[in-house]
């Protein structure tokens, strides 16, 4: 058994400690918003008051967090984790967040003797909660090894994708090829909607021809073509919009940053935007819900 501290317990969080807590280990957890511990009643779960008081004691802490700001404060800030804990547990941080931060807080980790790698996943609240998530990990070989029973107590795979922040950008790029595909696949769908086509007979077609993808195949993005995909069930659950548009944020900038071009990356982004601005509630919606920038008539659906 292996005693864990898991901060951020969100959508994500809630079902990735519920399978460590079913591989048997013992897990702390710690959510700055109280309504987050609603899927862990009666789960089993020790609850901190602060993550320091998670941490403190315990083999391995686990961050699952929205963004760089709160990533960064959490491990780095005055009242973060790494100036303040007396033991080393090992650090793995599950967030989607850029490189550069996942490198500067392994850079300060170690200088203070702490193991820290980034492991952000692939696999979506459906993944988490049926412990099927891909892990893409960057940081040291041997630590990699050694976070990989926790890790496999939570996922199927597990990629090393290189040294400190690797796996943020293994994560970035599939995500924005994720959004690409998604954007494509709905572009076609109302185009062959509004030439009369039925979304189900287009589907299908796509589906044994050079169009196919995992969005046409998995991730239907048109209501009605596949019963368990969010856009039948109005674009709830998923992956939200404003998740998407982080993620494709962090692509510009490391772009700008390294002197690459990603124009249809930057296009995608600009287009979940746009549908934000003219669909209100969009950013909660499922990423699949662009659908209904290319075919506004859905609404009604
Ligand atoms: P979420 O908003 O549901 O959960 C984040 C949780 O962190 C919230 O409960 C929030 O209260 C908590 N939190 C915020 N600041 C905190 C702090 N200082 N201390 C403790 N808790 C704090 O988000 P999520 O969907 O669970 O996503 C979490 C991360 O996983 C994000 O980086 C996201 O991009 C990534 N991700 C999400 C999905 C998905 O399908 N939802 C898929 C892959 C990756």
Not at 25 to 39: G, I, K, M
Not at 72 to 85: N, Q, R, S
Not at 92 to 103: G, K, N, Q, Y
Not at 261 to 280: C, D, F, K, W, Y
């Amino acid at each position: 058994m292996i005693s864990v501290g898991f901060i951020g317990i969100g959508n994500m969080g809630s079902p990735m400690v519920l399978n460590l807590l079913k591989a048997g280990h013992a897990v702390t957890v710690f959510d700055v918003n109280d309504a987050a511990y609603s899927q862990l009643m009666d789960a089993g779960v020790a609850v901190a008051n602060s993550a320091l008081e998670a941490a403190v004691g315990v083999d391995v802490v686990i961050t699952m967090l929205p963004n760089d700001k709160i990533v960064g404060e959490m491990y780095l800030g005055e009242h973060g984790l790494i100036a303040h804990l007396d033991t080393r547990p090992l650090l793995i941080d599950c967030s989607t967040v850029s490189a550069e931060i996942a490198r500067k807080v392994f850079q300060v980790a170690l200088e203070k003797g702490f193991a820290f790698i980034d492991a952000p996943v692939s696999g979506g609240v459906m993944g988490a909660r049926d412990g099927t998530l891909s892990f893409m990990v960057g940081g040291e070989k041997s630590v990699v090894e050694d976070a990989s029973i926790i890790l496999h107590a939570m996922g199927k795979r597990i990629f090393h994708a290189g040294q400190s922040g690797a796996g943020q950008i293994a994560k970035m790029c599939n995500n924005m090829l994720a959004a690409v595909l998604m954007a494509g696949t709905a572009e076609a769908l109302a185009l062959g909607s509004r030439n009369g086509v039925d979304p189900r007979a287009l589907t299908e077609i796509i589906n044994h021809s050079t169009g196919r993808n995992f969005m046409s195949e998995k991730w239907n993005p048109w209501p009605g073509v596949l019963s368990d995909a969010p856009s039948s069930h109005n674009y709830q659950g998923g992956f939200q919009v404003a998740l998407m548009a982080k993620d494709l944020g962090l692509a510009m900038s490391n772009a700008q940053a390294h002197g690459a071009t990603i124009p249809l990356g930057a296009l995608v982004r600009n287009l979940l935007m746009l549908h934000q601005s003219q669909s209100e509630g969009a950013a909660k919606l499922d990423l699949s819900s662009i659908q209904l920038l290319f075919a506004p008539s859905l609404k009604a659906v």
